[in-house]
């Protein structure tokens, strides 16, 4: 497996079954949304999209439900492994394929007509190098006039990372503790604890690392990689962390592939 030199956060097994469970809130919320506003776009009746950082295949499952078949990308077996699970009778069908693969160097055997990158999976790249490389693949997969949609933690969020939290649910005891450094705009959150996904208890230890990114960057970014970028316009619901019900915790960026 090719690797770079800002490698995003790769999701143990145990992590993966934590996160389904307790992780996908707002994806489960936003991803009808989008599919809906990508459905009203330009060219979507080719409906074809790619879920990049796809993790256990939540927001897939939603664009198939709309009538879109799915590329899910995720460097993390244990992630797909849950979505293989999720999604196994499209996978059979052939309306999704799953792929294991980094996101700053992937490469796919035909174009989509959109792309998507939910739950601050960029925010796991740690260079702006590493985001530059993103972009261009992604830019390489889209036609002319093909949308990309993500959204990306602020800083805001970030900040509720110096708290300790714990889950504390019949099946799940985890403890979150983890530190924002403000000036560098990067911060670490360590998972830890037991999750019994059905099958037992299992051990969670997983630390994220993530990076905060400014719209001006972001924007100069995807306008490098020839991706027009345009102000987000449809609904967006508040985070699930519950620190902010105005939409500062993170942003939802769009860009149309230029010609
Ligand atoms: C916060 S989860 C989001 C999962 C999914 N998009 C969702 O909405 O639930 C971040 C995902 O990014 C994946 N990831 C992190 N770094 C990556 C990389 N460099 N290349 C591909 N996937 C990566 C992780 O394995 C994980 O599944």
């Known amino acids: 497996m090719t690797t770079t030199s800002s490698p995003g956060t790769f999701y143990g097994r145990g992590f993966a079954e934590f996160y389904d469970r307790y992780g ?69 069908t052939g309306r999704v394929v799953l792929q294991q693969a980094e996101m700053t160097t992937f490469v796919l055997d035909r174009q ?14 740690l260079s702006e190098e590493a985001l530059e490389q993103c972009f261009a693949r992604v830019a390489a997969v889209l036609p002319v006039g093909g949308t990309f949609v993500f959204d990306l933690y602020e800083p805001h969020h970030f900040r509720g990372w110096h708290n300790i939290g714990v889950t504390d649910e019949p099946d799940a ?49 995807l306008s490098k990689a020839g991706l027009d970028p345009e102000p987000y316009p449809a609904e967006v619901p508040a985070c699930a962390c519950g620190r902010s019900r105005s939409g500062s915790c993170r942003t939802v960026y769009a860009a149309t592939k230029a010609a």
């Open 24 to 92: 996908t809130g707002w994806t489960r919320d936003f991803a009808p949304l989008l599919a809906q506003w990508l459905s009203g776009r330009p060219g979507a009746e080719e409906r074809l999209v790619l879920d990049l950082a796809c993790g256990t295949g939540v927001s897939a499952q939603i664009l198939l439900r709309a009538g879109w078949d799915v590329i899910g990308l995720d460097i993390s077996a244990g992630m797909l492994a849950n979505a293989a699970h999720r999604l196994a009778q499209d996978v059979e």
């Open 112 to 125: 989509v007509r959109a792309c998507v990158a939910l739950e601050g999976a960029l925010n796991h790249l």
């Open 173 to 221: 005891v985890i403890v979150k503790r983890g530190v924002w450094d403000e000036e560098r705009g990067i911060g670490m959150l360590r998972f830890s604890g037991l999750f019994d996904d059905g099958s037992g208890p299992i051990r969670v230890d997983q630390t994220v690392t993530s990076r905060a990114y400014g719209a001006d960057v972001l924007n100069a970014l």
